[in-house]
């Protein structure tokens, strides 16, 4: 079983998406597939947060790059904060678009249960930069080949989430 | 009841906030709490557009900082127009952040009838300048205060809703 | 009959669009309205992806400014793709926004078969330059319009929709 949950930045999306896995994986420990790279003090800040919401609930992995390695080690329910910091490391280190997709849908056919965190980036204006411009086309590309293989997938705003599928 | 319309730039959500307050109000006027401060003509543009379609239809009251202190006269219904502003005059005004989701918390427990107005910001990539970044991230966090404590919300766009609670 | 498919960018409403028009009108040939007017290399390429999907399953008109004109002369189902690359094209050819509005009026009052695919623009903080402003506001106007005229409005994102009308 794989479920994506997709909106906004401060959306909620992270805490639906933790605390669904949790309800899932009663018994379980579920493991937490960390894609931060820390960049800056102000994403340091922030991921700060995030650990400290998680600690005692979650194994955590700590993986920014290579995310099918990391994840076939799981031995159970996954979840992965979040696939569009993956994407954004992948494009920093320069991995081409279609290696980078070729590795998600890779990722899609493993067979544990995982739950997606992603970001929607796209319902703005095009952007000015080259750069942000080819992120927003490539985290469409990456949301839709999730949406194609998540058995459910959500989008999250205010807090809430509405089932698309 | 309280009742939160939360959508894009030129969704339709006013005007649903607006419809929607109408209907549940039919007998008496219901306040309109307009929070606009007006920073240039492009704004006070917009807002004279907002003020043709309200008039005789609500009791106007215009208080783009103490949002509880004008709540808390309103004697029955009111449409709260629009939270972001309200948000975006806080952060101009240099009110802490803790400060000003307290104040939305304290606004959330009153016990009046209240229809709230909010932009969903996040739907982007991450903005260029940390004043962005601040606002974008405020207004998540108020928009996920609001989805926890309204009985309904609606997600806007087109200038049509959905349901998310 | 006709139908609103409105999401981001790479949200995979184009094809969601295409998949619905071909299921719709399955004997005939549908026509494919193609709103692009080719300013760069980087839009060269985009349309080209587009191009390659759509052979043979659609009767293509190319019209970048005279939707009404273009429309009026198809005699079956038509896809629209799309009408936020139109919406720039007038504001490029200087064409005042209330005269735009209208003629997408029109266009919506045809009594053909439609399916139309638009941009949502608006879920981010407001852009920095008045161009885009322009272009965010005129955008939410005219899927205000379409979701007033159309039968079925569909919102879309990671390649799903989710009915709104």
Redesign the interface.
């Known amino acids: 079983m794989k479920t994506?949950f997709?909106?906004?930045?401060?959306?909620?999306k992270s805490r639906l998406a933790e605390a669904y896995i949790l309800e899932q994986a009663s018994a379980d420990k579920p493991y937490y597939l960390a894609t931060n790279e820390v960049f800056d003090d102000?994403m340091q800040a922030r991921i700060r947060v995030h650990q400290q919401r998680r600690e005692d609930l979650f194994a955590t992995i700590e993986e920014p790059v290579k995310l099918l390695e990391a994840l076939q080690k799981c031995r159970g329910p996954v979840l992965v904060e979040c696939v569009s910091m993956w994407l954004n490391n992948q494009l920093y280190h320069q991995i081409p678009e279609a290696d980078i997709l070729q590795e998600l849908e890779a990722v899609l056919q493993l067979t544990c249960d995982m739950v997606l965190v992603?970001n929607?980036?796209?319902?703005?204006?095009?952007?000015d930069n080259r750069l942000?411009?080819q992120?927003?086309?490539l985290?469409?590309?990456a949301?839709?080949?999730?949406?194609?293989h998540c058995d459910q997938?959500f989008?999250c705003?205010?807090?809430?989430?509405?089932k698309?599928?």
């Open positions: 994506l997709i909106g906004g930045i401060k959306s909620g102000e992603h929607e980036v796209g319902l703005s204006v095009i952007a942000a411009r992120f927003v086309d985290s469409g590309k949301a839709q080949l999730m949406g194609q997938v989008f705003s205010a807090g809430l989430k509405m698309m599928k």
